[in-house]
């Protein structure tokens, strides 16, 4: 079966924000192939891609039928061929970074705790410090909702930039992508995922249900660059509550879902963050998070 169709669910168990939003479509592809007809069987509708869900939030309550969910996380091979490291788009950047670490490839450890996809990755160019998904990619195959056809963009060095990537810019699902292999020690690749889970399990807000950083970093007038929970410390914002979505106490640079959160909710909170910042700093504040 290439694919699986889902009617009238609810996406609450296919984000990270579990909001409780219906859907009247959800298709879950079993593999590439299995992706690559449901694009073209859907096509002329309005198709969403979904990986982990982990960096996007909903506008709507509910979706009709004219919206196609696409979840692509069982389309999730991984292989070593050509030199490279060739990776399905729903593979999680959890599963790439202990693959990599078992055969002793350095330069993915950072991708062992987000929690997303590598079609979400490269969409948002994932990273933390100074590391960044696009820093190792050698080609993408797409789908072309245009022509309907598969193709292989290889990237130039302006492709990918902070939390961004020129495949926003382009009509395409990600299938698979090419990485590049580094030799590395298993042991010191395995400390460093170790390492990089605890500081961020310290930091983060685990126990609520969220999406990661709500905002990206933000700059100055000067093009300096800015610390949100400062921000939003000095702004008073830190468990500023509406229904049950909080700005997070632990850390403010999140937004959680303290249980039943409605869209409303997610969205005033996030509009008086932006207002306070704005007037207490002059600081616009830009959405990391995709609004569906
Ligand atoms: C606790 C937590 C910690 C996080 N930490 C980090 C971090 O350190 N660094 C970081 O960069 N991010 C972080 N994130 C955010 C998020 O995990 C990343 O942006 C991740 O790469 C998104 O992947 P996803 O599969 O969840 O994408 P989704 O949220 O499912 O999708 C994101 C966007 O990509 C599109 N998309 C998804 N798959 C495809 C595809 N195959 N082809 C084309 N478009 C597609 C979607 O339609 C959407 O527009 C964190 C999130 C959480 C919840």
Known sequence: ?????????????????????????????????????????????????????????????????????????????????????????????????????????????????IPGTLGGALMMNAGQWRYTIGQYVKWIEVFDYDTQEVKIIYPDEKFFSYRYSQLNDMNVCVLEVALSIQPGEYMEILDLMLQYRRERYVKQPRQYANAGSVFKRPKDKEGNALFTWKLFDACDLRGFQIGDAQVSEKHPGFIVNKGNAKVADVHMVIEECKKRVKETFDVDLELEWRVI
């Open 1 to 113: 079966m290439p694919y699986f169709v889902l009617k009238d669910t609810s996406l609450k168990r296919f984000h990270t924000f579990q909001l409780d939003v219906m859907a009247s479509i959800v298709v879950i592809p079993t593999d590439k192939n299995g992706l690559i007809s449901a694009l073209r069987d859907y096509s002329g509708r309005r198709i969403v891609l979904i990986g982990k869900g982990s960096n996007m939030i909903f506008s709507q309550s509910s979706y009709d039928e004219h919206t196609v969910f696409i979840v692509t996380t069982m389309v999730d091979l991984m292989e070593l061929s050509d030199n490279l490291i060739h990776v399905d788009a729903g593979t999680t950047m959890n599963a790439l970074a202990w693959f990599t670490c078992e055969h002793s490839i350095d330069g993915y450890a950072f991708c062992e705790d």
